[in-house]
């Protein structure tokens, strides 16, 4: 519990959580202790940190190299294992079975981007993950076009109707329908 009460004080301090995996690794030469305890310096539900640091483990922590603190912190913080999950509401939950729907009529999806919008689900980035995926095309030979400029448009009217919409999103849902026009000839 120590351990995690300086993980806060180091936030307090305006570090990020690698900075702040990075010192206490440092200090104390536990990995693991300390990525728990940036986890908990986070509230991240103990559970959720134990099944994050479980799938990266052996990769990462269990036998460090010494000064490899810093780059173990960026590699944890990448990997989303310090993501703070955000409680979707039920208008949050629809937008992310569209954003799902349109995934699968993408006709395949590359890992990395899989990863980013797996972690911008979880910290509740909605706008991000759609403006990720308006800038992402169909496949040709497996994709569903039609299918997902529908469920992108569908997204974005409902992203448009939170207070305080992002700028972004009224450009990037002119062109889904001008992409689903097109699909549809």
Known sequence: MRLALSARHLFDADSTPAEVYANLARRTRQPLRSARAVCAALTIPAAEADRRLDECYDALLANPRPGSEADTGELLEALGIFDIPKQLDDRELAIVDLFLTAIDA????RAGHQHGLARWFTTGNLTTAYLSLTAARPLARTGDP???WAALIQAGEL???QPSPDPRLTYALTQCRLNATRATR
Do not use: K, N, S, T
């Open 106 to 109: 993408l006709g395949g999806i």
């Open 159 to 161: 992203l448009l109707a």
């Open 146 to 148: 039609v299918r997902y």
